[in-house]
């Protein structure tokens, strides 16, 4: 089964940044979108980023967009998840996922394989 480990999250002050690792095991992991997503205390899980196999689309949700950049290093077999300009509402649990197909997925529907998440919390 394939494992993904996120790695990265902490405490953060509102305007700083944080650098989200995941890093996945598996032979093929180019063949694959990854996704990341997050879950505030209370909500429900949403959409942040993907990114394709190849890592050559991307997608941002709206909330993000402009503060977050998504990549991903297929000889190290890990994405990131580069978070600028933080702000209180980014407070979560991410989670990084691996997609059922090369192509940007925004949908939860879309991954098969979940890693345990890394808590991020930004501080007023």
């Known amino acids: 089964q394939v494992q993904l480990v996120e790695s990265g999250g902490g405490l953060v002050q509102a305007g700083g940044s944080l650098r989200l690792s995941c890093a996945a095991s598996?032979?093929?992991?180019?063949?694959?979108?990854m996704g990341w997503f997050r879950q505030a205390s209370g909500k429900e899980r949403e959409f942040v980023a993907a990114?394709?196999?190849?890592?050559?689309?991307?997608s941002y949700a709206d909330s993000v967009k402009g503060r977050f950049t998504i990549s991903r290093d297929n000889a190290k077999n890990t994405v990131y998840l580069q978070m600028n300009s933080l702000k209180p509402e980014d407070t979560a649990v991410y989670y990084c996922?691996?997609?059922?197909?090369?192509?940007?997925?925004?949908?939860?529907?879309?991954?098969?394989?979940w890693g345990q998440g890394t808590q991020v919390t930004v501080s007023s």
């Open positions: 598996g032979r093929t992991f180019g063949s694959y979108g």
């Open positions: 990114i394709s196999g190849t890592g050559g689309s991307t």
């Open positions: 996922a691996r997609g059922l197909a090369a192509v940007v997925l925004t949908t939860p529907w879309g991954y098969n394989y």
